[in-house]
């Protein structure tokens, strides 16, 4: 694989909001044995040999299908599959920026991030990001040397701007690499606060939805039929906490993680987020037509100007003793502040 090419692979994953590299490579007829990690080192030129030893040791190689370790003999024939999460680039400056830490240890630390705060550098969002925070605060986080997009040092998965809640970050290369395929393979559980537009009529329900960029405006994602070729599988599973007539709280658990998922699958039944500003819901979606009403709204916009989300939970196995992590989080003041003014004046829809 060339430089180029691997840059276009590259850039066609940040296209995607992908943060990990998945390569699948078949030997030729004539290999002769060859242990896997030089196997691939030699086919994957711009990625260390320490990388694809840590995603050995987390089931991250398999061969025809089955994990292996770094020692495994590639014969002739073989498929190969790789996941990786994708290297940071070294090039940040470290910002002090206050970090909310929930829970650290030697592995890896579980963070509150705050509304209107970016993850990781992207077009517009060059300095001040969470990914700044950790590198004034943690001096070896994982970074593997790599040529490509900005760094994520440490940055396992990521929330939107203004969506707060719970992220974990790893510490150490190995963790990152155990904890990148658990998120792979959809191993952990995530669980959102969102309160929506419209009384929503069932107490439970699942959302099936494919989502991919719209096409018209790529800043944003649509929903696609669930057996459509565009966009990516994506499964929203939703549970009624609390009803305000015009606007309902629910719990949301995510089988998959899409970028705006949440968003795009709750638009795509009539309910969207919220003060959400992107997909529509900073306009008044629902509620009687009356001047008093419309006041009530603007007054709850002024106490959150984003759209209402929150993660709220997060579960995984840690990479080191193998014991399920659990993580709780208490709602942000403004969401927190928005259903208490709500619980005072429940308004039929």
């Not at 077009?123 to 040397?145: A, D, R, Y």
């Not at 970050?169 to 969102?194: P, V």
């Not at 009529?201 to 800043?219: F, H, L, S, W």
């Not at 699958?265 to 959400?276: N, R, S, V, Y």
Request: aromatic share 8%.
């Amino acid at each position: 694989m060339s430089l180029e090419e691997w840059k276009k692979e590259r850039e066609a994953a940040q296209e995607g909001d992908n943060l990990y590299e998945h390569y699948t490579l078949q030997a030729t007829n004539g290999q002769k044995p060859l242990r896997v990690d030089k196997f691939l080192s030699n086919l994957l030129p711009f990625t260390s040999r320490s990388r694809i030893k840590n995603a050995s040791k987390t089931g991250a190689i398999t061969v025809n299908e089955k994990a292996v370790k770094a020692s495994f003999k590639v014969k002739a024939d073989d498929i190969v599959k790789l996941i990786l999460p994708y290297p940071p680039s070294p090039e940040l400056e470290p910002e002090d920026i206050p970090l909310n830490i929930q829970y650290e240890d030697d592995a890896l630390l579980i963070i509150h991030k705050p509304p209107n705060m970016v993850c990781h550098p992207s077009l517009g969002h060059w300095s001040g990001t969470l990914v700044h925070g950790l590198l004034w605060h943690f001096q070896n986080l994982p970074q593997p040397k790599g040529e490509g997009e900005p760094s994520r040092p440490g940055l396992v998965h990521r929330i939107d701007r203004d969506t707060s809640g719970l992220l974990v970050i790893a510490k150490l290369e190995y963790a990152m690499a155990h904890l990148s395929k658990q998120f792979y393979d959809r191993t952990t559980d995530r669980k959102y606060y969102a309160l929506v537009w419209g009384n929503v009529k069932e107490d439970q329900g699942t959302i099936a939805a494919n989502v991919g960029r719209n096409d018209r405006n790529r800043k944003i994602y649509r929903a696609y039929p669930p057996d459509s070729d565009k966009g990516k599988q994506a499964v929203t599973h939703y549970t009624v906490l609390e009803r305000f007539g015009v606007l309902t709280l629910i719990s949301c658990k995510l089988e998959t993680g899409r970028t705006h998922q949440i968003r795009v699958h709750m638009k795509h039944i009539g309910h969207t987020l919220f003060g959400d500003k992107e997909y529509g819901g900073d306009r008044i979606l629902a509620g009687p037509p009356t001047n008093k009403y419309k006041q009530f709204i603007r007054n709850c916009q002024g106490i959150m100007p984003r759209q209402a989300l929150h993660a709220k939970s997060l579960s995984f196995d840690h990479p080191i003793s193998g014991e399920r992590m659990n993580f709780e989080s208490e709602l942000p003041a403004d969401f927190a502040g928005l259903l208490e003014k709500l619980r005072k004046r429940v308004i039929s829809a």
